[in-house]
């Protein structure tokens, strides 16, 4: 689709940590221009591959600022922004603006399962609210996750309450019908629905989405943006097909500590391995399967500089 | 059970606020107060009733400092102190601390879902270790909202490993064996069960259990004050069939905006129904089932101050 802010392929880009388990900004801002050099578009920092609920509210923003220091285009940023609560939504969102981020990718108030669609509304009616500014806001459908989906008549209410708004979302229910649906409904408004599964990339292109926002996207962003730039020409079928069989490979293990072990062999950087519990760094075996899986995807990482 | 420091009935505490969402702090001491002089041996304060994921960081810790510079005795509350992520788990949990509590209510990191009982340990163990400090911790076991079941076999993991530091836990499963296996297997070390629904007091109390953390105590509390001190005698049979019945009629509508409009009723103020969203106030329909069930148990609140 044509406007879309993020179009294209966008890394929920990983979260690397020293030793003691702060974050190392210096070596997040190397991999976030590996990843624009490599094929991304966009960078959304600060999602559940980024581990932002295992980080402090003062971390995440200083992940932000401290990204924008080190020359990190704010522009090409998605930083996710929610949390349990509108307070502290608020107070990141209004953040990732003053960082210079054109939006902000929101995930329900997870922690109170099934909320009534009058209840989800009131919240973000008041979240955007409260925000004011000019950052546009994508909703994070992610219901095995956060155990509340957001439905095509919520996001209609939602947008029809809150004009110009609300620019798109990402689906992260590996459901192809469930992101149609959104696509059906939006995508001729300017609605921007990025799959959050690589294997969907090429089939909701077809019909109109954005492109893409994927943990994966860490390690397989330059087949991803093959996919992107020539969906619609005789290569798109083979790169699809390599494109998720890297999707298979990082989902045959613990997804973000196996991300985290395909960048650190990739770097030659054992540090990358260092992750918050309740994750737990890899296995000797499962790295084992998953690289012997990942190679044989075809798919070979460009060196990092 | 003897030497609890938290023995009895305990309120998972309201938390007011104004008609902008701010938390009332005077409306919140004054509550406070009237449940210490009705029966409450404590204050759970910033629970899931307390609508603690409902507030931004900052303002769980105003709440600690504000109900305690308005003389509510701090070694009678036990805040919810827990977060999704360790940074924010333990600066809470200092501040716990450093407000003068002796306990704090700790949820497992939430938002993930089904994380091994290696990464839960290596969680807990992280969290009690910077916390340092002289403070008891204790769980929350409530996988119906965190997803995340605390077991016997984990528990005596933490509890080895954290010699003194794992003080007890609320059970809210609602499941009277989940309970008795944690009051069997721990109570005679002197860890602490609470039941998290009143309908299960007596039965735990009878088991060697330390008594209950409920939300219902914010309007029942003298009915389970009775229970408490009168478990072995002849009136707690007939106590704990009121006090099972005002469970039923605050479960009959959602919960916290019931017992808010309880509250509100009881105080003749208003601003009592002030709920953040995703909760809304009760309807016209829902809260006459409320008062009609309610006031069918037979429990008749003491008049505010």
């Given at each position: 689709m044509k406007d879309a802010l993020y179009g294209g392929v966008n890394a929920a880009v990983l979260t690397p940590m020293h030793a003691d388990l702060s974050i190392d900004l210096d070596r997040m801002a190397a991999h976030c221009r590996w990843l624009l050099a490599n094929g991304c578009n966009g960078l959304a920092v600060l999602g559940t591959t980024g581990e932002a609920n295992s980080l402090g509210l003062d971390e995440r923003i200083a992940v932000l600022e401290g990204l924008v220091e080190r020359g990190i285009p704010a522009a090409r940023m998605l930083p996710g922004t929610g949390t349990t609560n509108i307070t502290d939504t608020v107070l990141l969102t209004r953040a990732a603006e003053a960082a210079g981020c054109r939006g902000a990718l929101l995930l329900p108030p997870f922690y109170y399962k099934n909320p009534s669609d009058d209840g989800l509304l009131a919240y973000f009616n008041e979240v955007i609210q409260r925000v004011a500014g000019d950052i546009r806001l994508y909703l994070y459908n992610f219901p095995q996750q956060s155990a509340v989906p957001f439905t095509v008549s919520f996001i209609d209410r939602l947008r029809s309450a809150n004009p110009g708004k609300v620019k798109g979302l990402k689906d992260s229910s590996g459901d192809y019908d469930n992101a149609l649906a959104y696509v059906e409904a939006f995508a001729d408004d300017g609605f921007e629905v990025y799959a959050g599964d690589d294997s969907l990339l090429k089939p909701l292109l077809e019909k109109g989405s954005a492109g893409c926002i994927t943990a994966a996207a860490n390690v397989n962003c330059a087949i991803g943006a093959r996919v992107y730039a020539g969906?619609?020409?005789?290569d798109a079928a083979a790169a699809q097909t390599m494109l998720t069989a890297t999707r298979k490979a990082v989902t045959s293990v613990p997804l973000i500590p196996g991300l985290k072990a395909l960048v650190a062999r990739n770097t030659g950087d054992a540090g990358w391995h260092n992750i918050r519990p309740p994750h737990l760094k890899l296995t000797e075996a499962q790295q084992a399967v998953l690289f012997n899986t990942f190679d044989a995807s075809g798919v070979r990482l460009a060196k990092a500089a």
């Amino acid at each position: 689709m044509k406007d879309a802010l993020y179009g294209g392929v966008n890394a929920a880009v990983l979260t690397p940590m020293h030793a003691d388990l702060s974050i190392d900004l210096d070596r997040m801002a190397a991999h976030c221009r590996w990843l624009l050099a490599n094929g991304c578009n966009g960078l959304a920092v600060l999602g559940t591959t980024g581990e932002a609920n295992s980080l402090g509210l003062d971390e995440r923003i200083a992940v932000l600022e401290g990204l924008v220091e080190r020359g990190i285009p704010a522009a090409r940023m998605l930083p996710g922004t929610g949390t349990t609560n509108i307070t502290d939504t608020v107070l990141l969102t209004r953040a990732a603006e003053a960082a210079g981020c054109r939006g902000a990718l929101l995930l329900p108030p997870f922690y109170y399962k099934n909320p009534s669609d009058d209840g989800l509304l009131a919240y973000f009616n008041e979240v955007i609210q409260r925000v004011a500014g000019d950052i546009r806001l994508y909703l994070y459908n992610f219901p095995q996750q956060s155990a509340v989906p957001f439905t095509v008549s919520f996001i209609d209410r939602l947008r029809s309450a809150n004009p110009g708004k609300v620019k798109g979302l990402k689906d992260s229910s590996g459901d192809y019908d469930n992101a149609l649906a959104y696509v059906e409904a939006f995508a001729d408004d300017g609605f921007e629905v990025y799959a959050g599964d690589d294997s969907l990339l090429k089939p909701l292109l077809e019909k109109g989405s954005a492109g893409c926002i994927t943990a994966a996207a860490n390690v397989n962003c330059a087949i991803g943006a093959r996919v992107y730039a020539g969906w619609q020409g005789p290569d798109a079928a083979a790169a699809q097909t390599m494109l998720t069989a890297t999707r298979k490979a990082v989902t045959s293990v613990p997804l973000i500590p196996g991300l985290k072990a395909l960048v650190a062999r990739n770097t030659g950087d054992a540090g990358w391995h260092n992750i918050r519990p309740p994750h737990l760094k890899l296995t000797e075996a499962q790295q084992a399967v998953l690289f012997n899986t990942f190679d044989a995807s075809g798919v070979r990482l460009a060196k990092a500089a």
